[in-house]
Each structure stands twice: as structure tokens, then as C-alpha cells.
């Protein structure tokens, strides 16, 4: 722009000397030379207009809004406010945010609300054509489909104001926050570490089994090497006829890890429709895999009435080569667990060509359907969420390094968080009815009770009425 004003200033110079050259040339042959003292006034002029012209470039750039004072509130069933002292990008983002405030004249609030009265309260609010809150995290399962598929919630890609192109945006959660076309929910920062296997390091190579960190890193990673690991860890070690260590160990959920492991899926949206497919072949064969591994011994059912922690702390006595957790137990093992570990994704099954990772839950921010001006709201979190001053794109890794006992685990944890590992949700939270249908199937099959195919078929009707009265579908 600045170099473009400067030439049309020249043009316009040039067009005024030769119009006036005509009328003037006998006079001027008459005058002394001044050619070059006019020249230096005329580049003074012009350097003085085109920084005149720049000056009001920049300002025309800036935005200038006035939000006549409003409050704009954050609400999430934790304290969102930012504290003083935390860390430095913590004082820089409330150094940036007051200056907002004084900016464009409005002030920013922060709710805390318990996570029982969190739905209705956002739900009633909206309903009553006042929402108690202009942005709100929810939990992926209060989210879909109850509050999206009632319109409860605005669709902010519509306002045209955020640029989810831009990479400050966390690309699983707008996917999780997507709904018909349109993005509802949404935050920042990059994908969380989530699901995959730990293994005990000292009981492989005590056992003379294979490094799972090279097998991943070159894709033969697959469930067929880890049964293979499993049954061979498998054994009574003291001779006394019982078997006192075992391959896997792990909750129901990691049944679910493998059925997506497989290209497997609860249901699947079809001509906008939910249709029931865990009956289908991918699931079906990841359900028989599981099974399979519970007769072989190398995986023990949780006994019944048994903890949440049961899984966590067999692994932490060391009788136990892997477990399917989730990444924040690495805390535990850190503190506590004598034995070397490491950390890897789950293994691919037949139908599957990439390693995924499996999300039980994620937070997303929401706008309340009936927010007044929402462009405002999302003008001022848009600005609010940019990259602070000299942002460390890599600060994450620090908190992974401290629970980690070697760089491979970090390596592993950055394929998941650049999304070379694929983040997928887990459907059975997403619609509890449907889910509770789910897991029960998956507790006849792990008892062997059923087959997987009879376990399956039994409850296909009813999962797939489940599923219309969740998305309103008659």
C-alpha cells in the first residue's frame, strides 16, 4: 500500500509538470537552475505524504470497536480465571486481557458451575431466551447429541469471524464439535495424549520379547504381535501350578480401543441417519480378538466388585507385561512402579491401515444459542486465544518428560499430538443409552457368556431405537 501511494504521488507530479511545461518553457529558460533544490522538495513532499498515507493505512487496520461496557463470560465446571503467578504465559494472557478490556470497553467474567447443574443450567438459560453465559465448556457427551441436535447451541462458524484454518485451533476438538456442516464446538491448543498401551520394559526383556517402540515405528505394530507378547508373557513363574503373570490387563474400555483399532464403530452416520454397526465384520472381529484373549488366559476379566484402580495398580505390582490405560496414569507409574515402562499406541487389527488413539471424553467451549451480538463475543475470543509473545510451540513436552522414563515415549506422544496417530472418540459416552447397551454385551462376551455374534445381534433392535430417539429421528 505504501508503495503504491508513493508511485501515484510521482504520477500526479509528473502529470502537473507536463501540463505546465507548455505555457512555462520560454519563462523557465530564463531562470536560474533550481532543478535540484526543487528535486530534494519534491522527495521531502512526497516522503512526507506517503508517510502521512501509511499513518492512515495502519489505522484504518486497526479495529476499533466499543462493546458499550458488556460482560463477556466464560463458564466450565472448574475456576477458568487465570491466576496471577501460575506461570508466565498465564501473566501474559491476563496482561493481555485487560488491555482488551480497556480497549474495547467491556469486562470478562469467569463461572464456575458443579458439573451436575452444568446442562440444565445452560439448557434453562436458553430456553428462557437468556443465556447465563457467552461461551461454555461442556463435555463431549453433554455436547452430542442432547444440546446440539435441540439447538441449544449457536453454530460460530456461521458469524464468519473465526479462520478455523489457522493452526492455534485443536483440529480434533472442531471435529468433535462439528455437527451437520457446521462447527458448534471448538477450543485451542493442540490434541491431549489420550489412550494407548504401557508396557513393562524390564518384564519384555526379561522375557526375551521384542522392543515394542521398534515395531511401532515400523508400522508392525498389529494385534497379531501383541497376542504373541501376551501368551508368551503368560506363565506360572514359581512352579506352583497357577499362573502368576499375565500378558494385558486392563478395563472394559480397552475393548473399545480395539474395536476402533479395527475400523470398527458403535454406529455410523448414514444419509444423516444413525445406523447400529457393531455387528458389522470390523467390530465383530475385534470383540472374537478379545474374547479369544481371555480364554488364552493372557487377559483376566476384572473380578467382579473389584476397583476402577484394579487394572493400574495389577500393573503396578509388575505381574503384568502391557495395560490399555490412558496417558495421565503415567503420573502413577512414575511415582510408584519399580519396574522400567514405556508407552506406545494400540496395535492395528486386519481392517486397519494407521494407529488411532481412543478419546473417552473431550472438553469443547460452546456458544449458547440467543447470545446477544455473538460476532462481538467471537471477535474478543478470537483475540483472546491468539499465540502469546514468544509462545513455545513445544512447552508440552515438558510435562510429558517428567512421567516419562525415555525419549521414546515422547516421540510416541508427539505422532499423537501432530495427529500422525488418528484421535477418534469413543461412541459409547456419546449417547448413554446406546452405550449402556454396549458395555453390558461387552461384559457377557469378556465372561463368555455369549459370542460375540449372538451378544451383538441380541441387542441390535434396541440399540437402534436408542439411537433414533437420540437424534429426534421418527
Not at 121 to 148: H, I
Not at 327 to 355: C, I, K, L, N, T
Amino acid at each position: 500500500m505504501k508503495k503504491l501511494v508513493s508511485l501515484l504521488l510521482v504520477l500526479s507530479m509528473i502529470l502537473v509538470i507536463v501540463s505546465g511545461c507548455s505555457t512555462t518553457q520560454d519563462k523557465e529558460a530564463d531562470l536560474p537552475d533550481n532543478s535540484g533544490k526543487e528535486q530534494e522538495v519534491s522527495e521531502e513532499t512526497q516522503g512526507d505524504a506517503a508517510d502521512e498515507n501509511a499513518t492512515e493505512d495502519e489505522a484504518v487496520e486497526e479495529v476499533t470497536m466499543d462493546l458499550g461496557g458488556r460482560t463477556i463470560r466464560l463458564a466450565a465446571w472448574w475456576d477458568p480465571t487465570p491466576v496471577a503467578g501460575t506461570s508466565e504465559s498465564t501473566d501474559l494472557l491476563i496482561e493481555r486481557r485487560n488491555a482488551m478490556e480497556e480497549k474495547y470497553n467491556f469486562k470478562m467474567e469467569y463461572l464456575n458451575i458443579p458439573i451436575e447443574q452444568l446442562v440444565e443450567t445452560f439448557s434453562a438459560s436458553v430456553l428462557a431466551g437468556d443465556p447465563f453465559t457467552e461461551l461454555c465448556y461442556l463435555q463431549s457427551q453433554q455436547f452430542f447429541p442432547g444440546l446440539v441436535n435441540n439447538g441449544f447451541c449457536y453454530p460460530v462458524s456461521d458469524l464468519g469471524v473465526f479462520d478455523f484454518e489457522e493452526e492455534k485451533w485443536n483440529k480434533f476438538i472442531l471435529e468433535v464439535g462439528t455437527y451437520d456442516g457446521k462447527i458448534y464446538g471448538f477450543d485451542t491448543g493442540h490434541i491431549e495424549p489420550r489412550s494407548g498401551i504401557f508396557w513393562n520394559k524390564t518384564l519384555f526383556e526379561r522375557e526375551g520379547l521384542p522392543n515394542l517402540y521398534e515395531l511401532q515405528n515400523s508400522y508392525q505394530w498389529t494385534w497379531d504381535k501383541l497376542k504373541e507378547c501376551a501368551e508368551k508373557a503368560t506363565k506360572d513363574t514359581d512352579g506352583d501350578g497357577v499362573l502368576d503373570q499375565f500378558g494385558l490387563v486392563g478395563d472394559f474400555r480397552l475393548v473399545w480401543a480395539f474395536i476402533e483399532s479395527n475400523n470398527g464403530k458403535l454406529y455410523k452416520m448414514i444419509d444423516n441417519k444413525p445406523v447400529f454397526t457393531l455387528n458389522e465384520p470390523e467390530a465383530i472381529e475385534a470383540l472374537q480378538f478379545v474374547q479369544d484373549l481371555i480364554f488364552s488366559k493372557a487377559l483376566p476379566v476384572p473380578p467382579d466388585g473389584s476397583s476402577w484402580e484394579w487394572p493400574i495398580i495389577e500393573f503396578q505390582s509388575g505381574k503384568y507385561a502391557m495395560i490399555g490405560g490412558e496417558w495421565w496414569q503415567a503420573g502413577r507409574y512414575q511415582e510408584s512402579m519399580e519396574d522400567d515402562y514405556g508407552f506406545v499406541v494400540y496395535p492395528m487389527g486386519p481392517r486397519a491401515d494407521q494407529y488411532v488413539q481412543v478419546t473417552v471424553q473431550a472438553n469443547l467451549i460452546v456458544m449458547p444459542n440467543g447470545v446477544k451480538n455473538p460476532e462481538e463475543v467471537a471477535f474478543i475470543w478470537d483475540e483472546y486465544t491468539d499465540p502469546l509473545p514468544n509462545e513455545d510451540p513445544d512447552s508440552w513436552k515438558q510435562s510429558i518428560e517428567n512421567n516419562s522414563r525415555d525419549i521414546e515415549t515422547v516421540n510416541t506422544i508427539e505422532k499423537i499430538i501432530t495427529g500422525e496417530v488418528k484421535s477418534v472418540m469413543c461412541q459409547m459416552y456419546l449417547v448413554g443409552s446406546v452405550g449402556d447397551l454396549g458395555w453390558n454385551t461387552i461384559r457377557f462376551i469378556g465372561k463368555g457368556d455369549k459370542t460375540p455374534q449372538v451378544a451383538v445381534e441380541e441387542i441390535a433392535l434396541q440399540a437402534q431405537a436408542a439411537l433414533n430417539e437420540a437424534f429426534n429421528i421418527e
